[in-house]
T-cell receptor, first 112, second 116 residues
Framework: GNSVTQMEGPVTLSEEAFLTINCTYT??????LFWYVQYPGEGLQLLLK?????DKGSNKGFEATYRKETTSFHLEKGSVQVSDSAVYFC???????????FGKGTKLTVNP | GAVVSQHPSRVICKSGTSVKIECRSL??????MFWYRQFPKQSLMLMAT?????????EQGVEKDKFLINHASLTLSTLTVTSAHPEDSSFYIC????????????FGSGTRLTVV
């Protein structure tokens, strides 16, 4: 079945540091890939997505590239801020209105 | 656009009572909605998928008689936790599939259920 494996946290960085959160997936065909962010006590917000190989999703300084050859969708940001502290989830779907399959989440804490 | 409003955000109930959680799509028609449960410091566990006008499809291990899902209209889906017990305490989140050009999934803000 489909699955998502993401880097275990927690991750603690200083402000302006470079961020990478690794995400790999197992799926048949060409799933759509997503990164979601969850702030404490809240639901999930879409951060970025990519729907086909070599697509790059980007938003708020975050980027992730859909790599079919390595089945990966790593999240990166060049310079993190304290406000980026949250839990980040990598997810996939087989498209249409199919259910999302989530990774376990990575908690990021950015210190001033 | 594509906002899902989830209520209540927090609820405390006594053991043995039932609790209803509502999710409304405010500016689009939600033909498919998903209900998740999230344990502390853990990922989201899909409980069920509901399609408007049909019975929900429950994931393996989820008690359909305990977690009643109704999706009677294109803008409202409800989750009722029946005969709640302390082990049902959790964070419940709904999500809706949004079609069109900016397709994807939008999430409610979650409901913190505490059963005492």
């Amino acid at each position: 079945g489909n699955s998502v494996t993401q880097m275990e946290g927690p991750v603690t960085l200083s402000e302006e540091a470079f961020l990478t959160i690794n995400c790999t997936y197992t799926a048949t065909g060409y799933p759509s890939l997503f990164w979601y962010v969850q702030y404490p006590g809240e639901g999930l917000q879409l951060l970025l997505k990519a729907t086909k190989a070599d697509d790059k999703g980007s938003n708020k300084g975050f980027e992730a590239t859909y790599r079919k050859e390595t089945t990966s969708f790593h999240l990166e940001k060049g310079s993190v801020q304290v406000s980026d502290s949250a839990v980040y989830f990598c997810a996939l779907s087989q498209g249409g209105s199919e259910k999302l399959v989530f990774g376990k989440g990575t908690k990021l804490t950015v210190n001033p | 656009g594509a906002v899902v409003s989830q209520h209540p955000s927090r609820v405390i109930c006594k053991s043995g009572t039932s609790v209803k959680i509502e999710c409304r799509s405010l500016d689009f028609q939600a033909t498919t909605m998903f209900w998740y449960r999230q344990f502390p410091k853990q990922s989201l566990m899909l409980m069920a998928t509901s399609n408007e006008g049909s019975k929900a499809t429950y994931e393996q291990g989820v008690e359909k008689d305990k977690f009643l899902i109704n999706h009677a209209s294109l803008t409202l889906s409800t989750l009722t936790v029946t005969s709640a017990h302390p082990e049902d305490s959790s964070f419940y989140i709904c999500s809706a599939w949004v079609g069109g050009l900016n397709y994807g999934y939008t999430f409610g803000s979650g409901t913190r259920l505490t059963v005492v």
